[in-house]
């Protein structure tokens, strides 16, 4: 998975993604279109993609493997790829880069990296816009600029997601409201990570653009950088605080949480980042040898349980078999047996 490959700050910074959508002249956005203009759409991107070497999937010819396959790897929801709608994809032979195709636009292209580098995950992302535009008739105008379903991305098209691993902000009193504050001044909006039950997961938000209308692309990412830059020294420092102020308790909820991870049978996923979380606050500040605990096994922990098909897929499996399966993979990973 591309979110394992080692990345910048991702003690702080899980991924950045770089989303640039663009639509075809002559077509209705996707909400709106026929099964007949859909599939011309297809037919349209996939002639497109052939030079640049994208290898094209259709979202009905899919088994349940290769959907479980895109959804874990953060390029489409559950029911986009369980929907009846002729969709489909553009897989790129760069890990973490690919193309949505009649989702919320015709195009969509998603640009992930592991940890806080920006520019990588936007150059990517451009490269294939780029390509695109050279061969398609782009709806375009010299007054909004690149034309959109969705009012917040006309402009450059481009949102930017940000995805942090914040609980040490979030155990400090007032310090969200402080970073929202911040991403505010930017018109930026930095919000709690949910799942398709509603609840909240502990420590984990999103950052993200607010509209791209009168901005340019560069400024976007300046802002980006310096929200980043700002974010993962709040939260840096409110990790040294709590653990220098309140080290044994940490130490206490670090191995308690490590033990529970690492002998569960079962477990529930809110109950799951919860525990990863404690490890997250107390990796750095803390004497953590008694446990067999690396960064990248607590940054693969929380992208594989807040982001596993199985959750999403409810019908015909059992709240027990889920997290009897969900333990399974947390021991395996602790243990460093999991391969995939």
């Known amino acids: ?19 640039i959508n663009r639509n075809i002249k002559g077509f209705p956005f996707p909400v709106k279109m026929s099964d007949a203009d859909r599939e011309n759409v297809l037919g349209m991107v ?24 895109l959804y874990e790897r953060f390029f489409a929801g559950y029911s986009f790829l369980n929907s009846n709608a002729k969709t489909g994809f553009l897989l790129s032979k760069t890990d ?32 294939l816009a780029v390509e695109f535009e050279k061969s ?77 209308l009168g901005i340019t692309e560069q400024d976007m990412l300046t802002r980006t950088q310096k929200l980043i830059t700002d974010i993962i020294k709040l939260e840096k420092t409110c990790r040294k605080n709590i653990c220098s102020r309140k080290k044994i308790i940490i130490e206490d909820q670090y191995y308690r949480a490590y033990a529970t991870l690492r002998y569960c049978r079962r477990i529930e996923s809110t109950e799951a980042l919860t525990l990863i979380n404690w490890l997250r606050l107390g990796q750095d500040q803390i004497d953590t040898s008694e446990a ?11 992208q594989r349980v807040r982001r596993n098909y199985m959750d999403s897929n409810t019908k015909g499996v059992r709240p027990a078999t889920k997290s009897t399966a969900r333990a399974q993979m947390i021991r395996d990973i602790l243990k460093g047996e999991d391969k995939e």
Do not use: C
């Open 96 to 127: 973490g880069l690919g193309v949505v195709i009649n989702s919320t636009d015709h195009i969509s292209i998603n640009s992930m990296v592991p940890g806080s580098d920006i520019e990588t995950a936007y150059s990517r992302a451009t490269d």
């Open 292 to 302: 067999d605990v690396s960064w990248s096994k607590i940054n693969k922990l929380t």
């Open 46 to 69: 996939r002639q497109a993609a052939g030079p640049i070497g994208l290898n094209f999937v259709r979202t009905d010819e899919l088994d349940d493997t290769a959907k479980q396959d």
């Open 136 to 212: 398609m008739d782009i709806a375009y105008t010299d007054k909004f600029g690149f034309l959109t379903s969705q009012i917040k991305s006309v402009g450059t098209g481009m949102q930017i997601l940000v995805t942090l691993a914040i609980p040490g902000i979030e155990k400090t009193e007032g310090a969200v409201q402080v970073l929202n504050r911040r991403a505010e001044k930017f018109d930026w909006q930095i919000i709690p990570m949910t799942q398709n039950d509603g609840l909240r997961q502990s420590g984990i938000y999103v950052l993200t653009n607010v509209a791209t």
């Open 1 to 19: 998975m591309w979110y394992e490959e080692k990345g910048q700050n991702t003690d702080v910074v899980l991924s950045t993604k770089v989303v």
